[in-house]
């Protein structure tokens, strides 16, 4: 029987609380609830475009400001992501996409090598989306590739409008991840000549 690629994750700081739980072989169900409306936002349709199932229960010092949530929460789903896969044998490991929403078109790839690095090539028109700072987009991105143990190159190929711009970056990452966690019969082991990644 194949074991299930599921993860939970709990981290309470003296800024944040937060209840996330993933499972990559999902149907995209599950609820989100950040205090972080565009948060919400963002992560709902991460969720329904990478088929994972997402459950997120957060809550921060939003009265300060959102980068607190917004940075742990991309902790979080990143060690749900690296715990979930287990020893990652039989993956596809690498995954990309191009999405295009309106005049927007990104880019987004990713190798699940275990060596963390963000790539990101992306002028955000606009400093505020709503009352959402777009300067946490990096840092949640950051978060993620880096507890996910992942590359992840984010490219904007053109865009004018922010909050199209942003909404292509997490549709087109959930994507290649969901490409690149696909288990391939043919791969026997671990996607990589060294036998370990």
Not at 5 to 11: G, H, K, L, P
Not at 117 to 141: I, Q
Request: net charge negative; hydrophobic share 40%; proline share 3%.
């Amino acid at each position: 029987m194949k074991e299930e690629r599921v993860s939970r994750i709990e981290r309470e700081t003296g800024e944040t609380n937060i209840s996330l739980a993933l499972a990559i072989d999902g149907t995209g169900k599950g609820t989100v609830d950040t205090q972080v409306p565009f948060l919400t936002h963002m992560l709902e349709l991460f969720k329904k475009h990478g088929f994972f199932d997402l459950t997120v229960e957060g809550k921060g010092d939003v009265e300060v400001d959102d980068h607190h949530l917004t940075e742990d929460i991309g902790i979080c789903l990143g060690r749900a992501l690296r715990e979930a896969l287990l020893d990652k044998a039989g993956i596809k490991r690498y995954g990309s996409f191009s999405l295009p929403m309106d005049e927007t078109l990104v880019t987004v790839a990713v190798d699940l090598s275990d060596r963390p690095h963000l790539e990101w090539k992306a002028d955000l028109p606009a400093s505020k989306v709503g009352t959402f700072d777009t300067e946490n987009v990096h840092e949640f991105f950051w978060k993620l590739a880096l507890e996910a143990r992942m590359n992840l190159h984010i490219v904007v190929h053109h865009g004018t409008n922010t909050h199209h711009i942003i909404e292509a970056m997490f549709k087109a990452t959930a994507r290649a991840l969901d490409e690149a966690t696909q288990i391939d019969p043919r791969i026997q082991g671990i996607m990589s000549t060294k036998g370990s990644l």
